[in-house]
């Protein structure tokens, strides 16, 4: 290596500015180096071990071989130079490293090689050939891809810092060189870190300048808690557990002494509400002990003894009380840590809140994802997960804050569901699984409602009650993002939401809306249907999947084609009962597959009116159903509880008897394309409206013929004096069909679909088109409570409707009534 470096050196002066590692050998041997265990040390630590760290403290140095072809030789040698930085290398019997004296024969215990079986050889001098070659503890020698030993030789220690070594023998992608840094610090003051850094001129090493692998730190400790608790103001809560430890150091006695303190003081508008009477616990590694301790209003104080300063890693404080005696709401509570001679750490731990009862689950937990559309048995599906979502912790911030005299509703997301409950409870508190069948029942199973006076109040010398369930979910094929579960009702100050869950759908699909003229046989659909998996080898082989048109039937068969990238196959492609059906045939392994269904044909009846027609798509196998059919009108009567399908009626049961959602199967949307099919003509000619409409300005209804309809949203004048009518209401009033009234919330536009024309306007457009011709319109399309208006003489253009006329106020020459079609 020196050679090396004095060669690069004379070359050229500016390339002294280049890291060592720019000057690697240009063949395509890698590695990747780092270093595993590094390790903070205070300064007393070294101070004590005169800056030595031994083998069995040691951070490792790695070079993990990434790639392992040699431009050149079958059996290269490789040498490797280990530089450290504020230290020097130390041998196996802990002496620093000599020239001299120092042979691979006392650094053998240092060094070692994994193959990439995990299976490690560590380093054997042999005194015959003076070389130290690689073995495993029963002596079988590593060798290379020639047969080749491996081995190390070729020692040169330039100074005790610095050591060079060869390795002889073609190493393997994934083979780990690994070298104990046993070594002694030079410096062992404060901030001080010590690094390595190895460089070589035949291997390309990625990431080898100075490797932190020991630092030295100030004498300190880390406070956390589990939780950060809630508290009222005025009120006291209990912090559960404080954990002390040395934030360097193997354990406390690296921090304190005996005869040392530990206080613990709280930050402004907190006190303490422990006393001699009600005393905090201590445990040293789980271990009670019973220390000197002396509370004061805001300040407890713990005298180290030998249970502390021993071999201790942690200290533990059980059953800390704090009040918020003057903190307002939002307020903070913040234990300051301190100990002799170490530098101080606060920790919060409780907030001030303006409600009493609080519900929460753990933050440093993954929401589980799960996959709708799936029972719990994931049938149809290879997933695993069990479906449960996140505990979930309902607790009193007090005791007796949870008015029992009051209703309280649990509710999930519509289209989500649970079919187990796991209850446990704590300090008395009486709610169990039986509880939380009958508030589902109570609530129909769309929420869990539960009576006032399920639990007995609790007392005021108690602790708070606290309440944890578990739930297993399932969620109709539609529903997909955050299951946000709520709490609500009158024991509560306010409202509180938490995620416990997330849903995402097994396969998406794809699809472009398509205009078409009304025919009869073999209809083109001119565009693909695009179905693709959530991840690769997701969807189970013998799955099967349909494809149905709403009011529509598909025609001849069409073509399923797997893309080729997945692996995955299909078979049993057929068109029957208007159906589309194709089943899995082999799982896709290495992509998430894309299925392309294609020459999509119709079969149309002329009477169809115009409008737009919906694609649905269902996983039979998934749903636990044999047809669409079947899947639409489920109703729970036919559900069996051995055969797992059939969603989302598995539901809590109670005793064996099975409860299901309802009767009505029409909630469960398996729509993936709204007018997927817009049918632009119908089969016979429109003759225009004859329904004569009576719209009073201001009311909540209108009449159409002799029919009062009510309205969501008045008809108005706006601020520049036009009348504005409801555009789904007037449309429907007059005859059109409420599915060819169509809302896009992306674009905000409505769209209308009526015999040949296709009518559409989008919020604060002040045009409207007709059959794609523009049409400027008086004033600007507007919402009001979720409804859009439209000037009626505009409507009235649109539709197509001339009988147009309207009453007036003479005092302020505003429409009173507007009336369509009436002199018909």
């Not at 918020?324 to 913040?334: D, I, L, Q, Y």
């Not at 209850?423 to 508190?429: C, E, I, K």
């Not at 001849?556 to 159906?579: F, I, Q, R, W, Y």
């Amino acid at each position: 290596m020196k050679r090396f470096i004095s060669l690069a050196m004379a070359s050229v002066m500016a390339a002294s500015l280049l890291p060592a590692t720019a000057f690697a050998a240009t063949g395509d041997a890698k590695a990747t180096a780092k270093v595993v265990g590094s390790e903070n040390y205070t300064e007393q630590e070294m101070e004590s071990t005169d800056g030595k760290i031994d083998q069995s403290d040691a951070a490792e140095l790695q070079m993990t071989f990434t790639t392992a072809d040699y431009a050149s030789t079958s059996v290269p040698d490789a040498e490797i130079e280990l530089t450290l930085d504020n230290a020097e290398f130390l041998d196996e019997s802990g002496n620093v490293i000599d020239e001299d004296s120092t042979t691979l024969e006392n650094l053998d215990e240092l060094i070692y090689l994994k193959d990439d079986d995990n299976i490690q050889y560590s380093l054997v001098w042999d005194d015959t050939d003076s070389v130290a070659y690689f073995q495993t503890k029963s002596g079988d020698k590593l060798t290379d891809a020639a047969g080749t030993d491996v081995y190390i030789t070729d020692l040169d220690i330039s100074d005790t810092d610095n050591l060079t070594f060869t390795l002889v023998g073609q190493m393997e992608r994934g083979y780990v060189l690994s070298y104990n840094l046993t070594s002694q610090l030079t410096k062992t003051s404060k901030n001080t870190q010590a690094t390595v850094t190895v460089d070589s001129s035949d291997i390309v090493i990625t990431n080898g300048d100075d490797l932190v692998y020991a630092s030295i730190e100030s004498k300190g400790i880390d406070a956390s808690v589990k939780k950060l608790k809630d508290v009222a103001v005025e009120e006291v809560v209990t912090i559960e557990d404080l954990k002390i430890e040395p934030s360097v150091g193997a354990n406390m006695a690296a921090v304190v002494d005996e005869g040392d303190t530990i206080k613990l003081k709280l930050n402004s508008g907190f006190e303490f509400a422990n006393s001699t009477s009600n005393e905090i616990t201590i445990e040293a590694d789980g271990t009670e002990i019973n220390p000197v301790v002396s509370y004061d209003d805001d300040e407890i104080i713990i005298t180290v003894d030998s249970n502390i300063s021993g071999e201790v890693d942690e200290l533990t404080i059980i059953g800390i009380q704090v009040e918020a005696t003057s903190a307002k709401e939002g307020s903070t509570a913040t234990i300051k840590v301190s100990a002799s001679g170490n530098d101080s750490v606060s920790v919060e731990v409780a907030t001030v809140v303006d409600y009493a009862v609080s519900m929460s689950v753990d933050e440093d937990e993954d929401v589980p994802v799960i996959y709708s559309g799936v029972d719990v048995d994931n049938t149809g599906i290879t997933d695993d997960s069990d479906h449960e979502s996140l505990e979930v912790t309902i607790e009193e911030t007090f005791a007796g804050a949870w008015d029992n005299a009051k209703k309280f509703t649990l509710t999930l997301p519509e289209g989500v569901y649970a079919t187990d409950v796991e209850v446990t409870t704590d300090n008395g508190l009486e709610l169990d699984e039986e509880d939380f069948i009958n508030a589902y029942d109570e609530g129909e199973y769309e929420y869990f409602e539960f009576d006032k006076r399920i639990f007995d109040e609790n007392e005021s010398d108690n602790d708070p009650y606290e309440l944890n369930f578990t739930f297993t979910l399932v969620a109709d094929p539609g529903f997909e993002g955050d299951v946000v579960l709520s709490l609500s009702g009158d024991a509560l100050d306010e409202d509180q939401e938490v995620v416990i869950a997330k849903f995402v759908k097994p396969y998406t699909v794809s699809a472009q809306q398509n205009d078409l003229n009304i025919d009869y046989r073999n209809t083109e659909i001119p565009t693909d249907v695009v179905i693709t998996e959530a991840e690769a080898g997701l969807w189970e082989k013998g799955s099967e999947f349909a494809l149905t048109l709403d009011k529509i039937e598909f025609d001849d068969d069409a073509s399923v084609t797997p893309d080729d990238e997945s692996g995955l196959s299909v078979k049993n492609v057929k068109t029957t009962d208007g159906e589309i059906r194709f089943t899995i045939d082999e799982e896709s392994d290495d992509e998430p597959a894309t299925v392309t269904v294609s020459d999509l044909t119709l079969y149309m009846d002329r009477s169809l009116p115009a409008g737009a027609y919906d694609l649905n798509v269902y996983a039979l196998d998934m749903l636990g159903v044999d047809s669409a059919e079947k899947a639409e009108s489920f109703d729970g009567s036919d559900y069996d509880a051995d055969d797992k399908g059939y969603l989302p009626q598995t539901l809590l049961a109670e005793a064996g008897t099975d409860v299901f959602v309802g009767d009505e199967s029409d909630d469960i949307d398996y729509t993936v394309k709204t007018g997927f099919v817009n049918i632009v003509t119908a089969g016979s000619d429109t003759t225009g409206f004859t329904t004569k409409l009576t719209v009073p300005i201001g009311e909540n209804y209108l009449i159409a013929g002799e029919t009062q309809v009510t309205l969501d949203a008045p008809a108005y004048i706006n601020d520049e004096g036009y009348t504005m009518l409801p555009v789904r209401a007037i449309s429907t009033s007059l005859g059109i069909d409420n599915n060819n009234v169509l809302w896009d919330q992306a674009t905000r536009t409505v769209t209308i679909l009526y015999g040949d024309r296709i009518i559409s306007m989008t919020a604060g457009s002040s045009v409207m088109y007709v059959n794609g011709s523009s049409i400027p319109t008086s004033s600007s399309v507007e919402i009001v409570n979720d409804r859009t208006f439209l000037p009626m003489r505009d409507l009235a253009t649109a539709l197509g409707v001339t009988d147009l006329t309207w009453d007036t106020d003479p005092t302020t020459g505003k429409t009173t009534t507007v009336y369509m079609n009436a002199n018909r």
